[in-house]
């Protein structure tokens, strides 16, 4: 078979055209190489009608299913959808002929004002981590690639292309890289798209550290690494640093430059040839399976649309089962149940093959029973707001029950710039607490991208539904959830603060002077709420059911690699339902600063009523790990690890401990002593600890400070003590030779 990456037959001009796009959307044809094209998602294809141009108008696009964006998808909790929607995906760029889909966005939420948080899973890495997984081995599966984005410590959309994310390397490690990571690791993308940024100094398109070292050395990946659009400042430090492709074209003149550098010895031939060579392995993989114009089921894919819409619902409160609804006179109100909202602005933006009306669906679901509308606020003309919120309430009055849409209006959220707030429109909060003094039934449904503040919704409304931004099919998913044709079984996938003030990151989101310091270090999301054990609106992994389940009986069985978490989930109420359990872990006492509880695993069981089932989560014993500065390697501690099930961070029902230990293969290395570490680091090193314990016994503290004469707890003070000052503080009893002696044969 020939070798996919041979360009044995190129000269150093075409190895360089290679590495840079022809127009918006397309690589250059090279020799026998083809053009393939790479195009945006992720929630669908966008796929321009003009591929030589950016086009952000959806005119110039081609409608193609709206799928529901990642918020919505990770609302599931489901590996298995989230696969699905890739599969459906990858079918729609063949019927388009599309090579690379530009995603998934696994970018964490580390703040709710992140203009592109619509585009990302969650404030969590392994929940972000394993529906990434999922959606890239759907995507590919059909011969189509992905695009693993935006590569790294992408978090804000201010000043994008110039600011500087300021993280400690065990954050970075924990939080950031760790999606990325597993998703490298266990789906192998064909390309990992660069992000504007710069990382501690360094643009990302330019940090041989992150691109190289990192994402090839230590993962072993083996694509193509191209470009965010524009992202690129300096093609041949790029292209030395590890970058393969930059988009979009620049009519050659990079091309040139890059050339240029290669004879003057600033850049060398090998890293421009390992640059076109992984180019012509992606362009020969893409076009080995290209068929373009084969057709997809649009309905099947409408239809898939709904259930992964219909599974991302949350319902956040349903106080005196006022949901499902029944047979009643029903008020629906609120601009949006007219004119949805379904998606956010910016690259990602769809033109949608079909469109459900969440008010069509609803009156279409009721049947005979009288649904009537009004729309309660305006988006467009504020002062028609009195007029319109006297007319919702009395038909809010005249009914059996008030069904309000509220939510972040269309077009306040999207790439190129971060919220301010997190708050719904003042016109809205009006509709509602109007509609409530006249109706005590009212469900609330919430449609945004990034969380709003949904406490005083929680006040004023017994039951609230969080929609997040749910794709074409979403109003049908909202009818199929509000009449219990489908029971609701989405969790949030991100914690909603009390007040945009309570959030870890408020202080230091979205920086200044062009640098963005991540001051919260690994307490992000919920780990930062329930360590500072703040109050929240709702917590991270919430999400109601119109059935019941209690948890009993865990265990936990411990393997070299791996703690099974086994339970009984028992469905103790009147319908079928899917329970989605959560496994956390603690350490107390750990060496390091953490969270009190973190995700290590979760899974779905779907029970009728009165069934029970034991199920097992698996847990990867490298979940417990942490960053190890001091040796840059993971670490899992020796230690006795708090393990709770629950339905979310903070609805904890099962909870037991399981000691980790060495010599069950877990690697667990104290960090190395040197004269520069301190008495008591020294002395909790497990071989160094007892030499020098037994060297300071032989001294017999001769020159050492009376501890009763100091009033203090000397050891104590000590503990923090450089060893070498240990020579001053002895008198010369102790010598640096003896010292260094000491460590060496320790």
């Known amino acids: 078979m020939a070798d996919r990456s041979d360009i044995s037959g190129l000269t150093l001009q075409e190895k360089a055209a290679l590495g840079g796009g022809a127009d918006m959307w397309r690589t250059k044809a090279v020799g026998d190489l083809p053009a393939i094209a790479l195009v945006d998602g992720p929630h669908g294809v966008r796929m321009p009608s003009d591929t030589s141009t950016m086009n952000l108008d959806p005119s110039g696009t081609l409608p193609a299913t709206c799928f529901p964006p990642a918020v919505a998808v990770a609302q599931t909790w489901s590996p298995a959808l989230a696969r699905r929607v890739g599969e459906a995906l990858g079918a729609e760029c063949r019927h388009f002929g599309v090579d690379v889909l530009l995603g998934p966005a696994v970018n964490i939420k580390r703040d709710p004002r992140c203009g592109r948080n619509f585009e990302y899973f969650s404030e969590d890495p392994l929940l972000t981590g394993a529906l990434g997984v999922a959606w890239v081995d759907g995507l590919q599966s059909t011969g189509v690639g992905a695009s693993l984005k935006h590569f790294a410590a992408n978090n804000t959309e201010t000043d994008r292309m110039r600011s500087d994310s300021d993280v400690d390397m065990r954050t970075l490690r924990e939080i950031y890289l760790r999606a990325f990571q597993r998703i490298v690791e266990h789906a192998r993308p064909w390309t990992v798209m660069c992000s504007y940024n710069r990382i501690n100094g360094v643009p990302a398109a330019e940090n041989h550290w992150l691109l190289t070292e990192v994402l090839r050395g230590e993962w072993g990946f083996d694509g193509v690494v191209v470009s965010d659009w524009g992202a690129v400042s300096d093609r041949p430090s790029a292209t030395a640093a590890g970058l393969d492709l930059e988009m979009p074209g620049s009519g050659g003149l990079t091309d040139a430059d890059l050339v240029a550098a290669v004879e003057s010895g600033a850049v060398s031939a090998a890293d421009v040839d390992r640059a ?110 009195p007029a319109l919120r006297e007319d919702a309430a009395r038909q809010a009055a005249d009914a059996d029950v008030a069904v309000v849409f509220l939510g972040v209006p269309s077009g306040a959220e999207s790439e190129g710039w971060d919220r301010e707030h997190i708050d719904l429109p003042a016109p809205q909060l009006d509709l509602l607490r109007a509609v409530a003094q006249v109706q005590p039934r009212v469900v609330a449904v919430l449609s945004h991208g990034g969380v709003v503040r949904s406490g005083t919704v929680a006040e004023l409304a017994p039951a609230v539904v969080d929609g997040a931004l749910l794709g074409q099919a979403g109003g049908g998913a909202l009818a199929d959830v509000l009449f219990g044709r489908v029971n609701p079984s989405g969790r949030l996938a991100e914690t909603v603060p009390q007040r945009l003030s309570d959030a870890p990151s408020y202080l230091n989101f979205p920086g200044e002077s062009r640098r963005v310091r991540y001051g919260e270090r690994v307490f992000v999301g919920y780990r930062g709420y329930d360590a500072a054990e703040r109050a929240v609106a709702f917590p991270f992994g919430h999400g109601l059911s119109y059935t019941t389940f209690e948890y009993h009986d865990i265990d936990v069985r411990l393997a070299a690699d791996t703690l099974a978490v086994g339970l009984t989930v028992t469905n103790t109420g009147p319908r079928q339902g899917r329970e989605v359990v959560q496994v956390y872990a603690g350490l107390e006492g750990s060496r390091v600063s953490r969270p009190p509880r973190w995700l290590v695993g979760f899974g779905e069981v779907i029970l009728e009523p009165g069934e029970s089932l034991r199920c097992t989560i698996d847990v990867g014993l490298d979940e417990l790990a942490y960053w190890n500065v001091d040796i840059d390697a993971w670490t899992v501690e020796e230690g006795e690890y708090t393990i709770s099930v629950g339905a979310s961070s903070r609805d904890l029902r099962l909870t037991t401990s399981v000691p980790v230990a060495p010599d069950l293969g877990v690697q667990d290395s104290a960090p190395p002593v040197t004269l520069q570490s301190t008495l008591g680091e020294a002395l909790a090193h497990p071989r160094v600890g007892p030499a020098l314990v037994d060297a300071m016994q032989r001294l017999g503290g001769d020159g050492m400070p009376n501890a009763e004469a100091m009033g203090t707890d000397l050891l104590r003070m000590m503990a923090q003590v450089p060893l070498d000052r240990m020579v001053a503080f002895s008198g010369g009893a102790v010598t640096r030779e003896a010292l260094q002696a000491l460590l060496q044969d320790s």
């Open 276 to 385: 076109a060579a992984r180019v012509a392995r992606l362009v020969r993989r893409a076009s080995a399976g290209e068929k373009p114009g084969v057709a997809y089921d649009a309905d099947a894919h409408h239809a898939l649309a709904r259930e992964v819409a219909a599974q991302a619902i949350v319902l956040l409160q349903n106080e005196g089962d006022l949901l499902p609804l029944g047979a009643e006179k029903i008020a629906v109100l609120g601009e949006f149940a007219q004119s949805p909202v379904y998606q956010g602005g910016g690259s990602s933006h769809v033109v949608p093959s079909a469109l459900d009306i969440p008010l069509e669906e609803i009156r279409r679901r009721a049947g005979s029973s009288e649904v009537t509308y009004a729309p309660g606020f305006s988006t467009t003309h504020e002062d028609d707001g």
